[in-house]
Every structure is written in structure tokens, then in C-alpha cells.
């Protein structure tokens, strides 16, 4: 299994950021900020204009101070190529892998809140504020590579952040064109028809939103779930959705 998390030894000061990864010490300028640089040689960590600096311990100076921005790159995350995307926490470390360019399964996550609490969910919800999480999956979306064939956005439950999630669509269909998106939902929130119109009226080409019933039998569903009147909510989701679509 690949990992998308790793914590280096290296720490500095600033705030968590997403970049993409390269390898070309060569970069254009005008991308530099907006990327890290994995090191191939001693002599790129003090390339000027990247972000940051991703090297393997073996590069890293002996003896001499470490130059600025240089994170080191845990081994979990030696699979680490051109065009994937990264969150850097330069105070603590951590790395954590928000997109990878070969990978056919990227996924954005919107929040780790839910209105559900299904028995089988194997992420179950979080309370507690990941507002967070809404500028990764927009900074994420902006550096990927337009030949992603399709994206997931999901959650928790994605549609609880409304405003959030319009946007990324917005995003996603200005940056990403050719790009199917997957959105998975509950679909309670599409019980409102006019949740249902504003996701259409976005126009995404390429959009679905797979919205799973776990049973034909209301009270089964429900169960599952563990929220009582939700099968119903879920079916009148479902028919506006196919209503506005
Ligand atoms: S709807 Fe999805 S995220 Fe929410 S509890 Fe169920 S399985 Fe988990």
C-alpha cells in the first residue's frame, strides 16, 4: 500500500501549504512559488524561487546549517514524482499527499462532517471545525494536471459545505475541462429542489453524483444509517436530481 502521509525530521516557521512536486531544478520562474523542488543533488536546495525543498536525508549538509525552506523527505514518501500534489506543514514536519498524477482514484475531501452515521462507514464523522480542508482541496484542484480523466469529491459528507462545494465545481470545470467528476453524497440535502437547480446550473459537463441507497426497504435504509426518515429524504434527492439534471 502507498503511503500519503510522512513527518521528516526538518521544522520551520510558516504556516501549512499545498505545492506540486518537481523534479526540473529548471523550472520557469513564474511556477517556482507554487512548487517543491525534490532534490536530486546537494546543489538544488539552494535553487532560488521553490517554495520548498523536499530532500532525502542522504543530501542533507553534516555539518553546515540547513539552508531555509528545506523539508526532509520522509521515507514513506520516496514514491513522491513530477506533478503530484503536496500539504506541507512546515512546523511539524508533515507531508501529506493531497494528489497523485498517476493515480486514477484522487480524491478531494471537502469535510470529515456528516449527517449520517452509517454502521458500515469507514471513515466514521468528525465533529469539530476542518474549514481547513476547503482551501486544500481548491489549492489541490488548481495544481493538478489537465489530463486527470476523473476526480472524487467527497466527505463526510460533501454537500454540508455548500458553498464550498459549488465552488470547486466552478473550479474544477475552469480548470480541469475535460475532467469527470464523481461526487458522492448522501443526497439528503437534494430533498430541497433548489439544492438540486444550483448544482445544475453550475453546467458541469462531466459531473455525477452517486448517491447510495442501501436498501429497498425504508426502514433497512434508515437503520443502515442510523437516522430515522432518511430513506425518504434520499429517494426525493434522487428525483430531483434527475429532475434538474
Ligand atoms: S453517509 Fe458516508 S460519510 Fe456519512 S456516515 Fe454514511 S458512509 Fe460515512
Partial sequence: MISLHGCGALRYDADPFVVRVTTNANRPYVVRDKEALLCQSPEDISRPGFRCFLAPSFLLPVEAEVPARVLELPAEL??????????????????????????????L????????????????????????????????????????????????????KWDVLLKVLRTAKGYLPDTAIQLLSNGRVFKYLSRAQELAAIRHPRLIVGVPLNSATPEVHDYIVQRRGVFDETILGIMNLKRKR
Wanted: overall charge negative; glycine content about 8%; aromatic content about 4%.
Fill in 78 to 107: 520516496t514514491h513522491l514524482e513530477d506533478g503530484d500534489v503536496i500539504r506541507c506543514d512546515p512546523r511539524t514536519g508533515e507531508i501529506f499527499v493531497t494528489y497523485r498524477l498517476r493515480s486514477t482514484a484522487n480524491t
Fill in 109 to 160: 475531501l471537502l469535510t470529515e462532517t456528516c449527517n449520517n452515521k452509517c454502521i458500515m462507514c469507514c471513515q466514521p464523522p468528525k465533529s469539530g471545525n476542518d474549514d481547513y480542508l476547503a482551501s486544500v482541496a481548491l489549492d489541490t484542484l488548481r495544481l493538478m494536471d489537465r489530463s486527470t480523466t476523473e476526480i472524487g469529491v467527497s466527505g463526510g459528507e460533501p454537500t454540508l
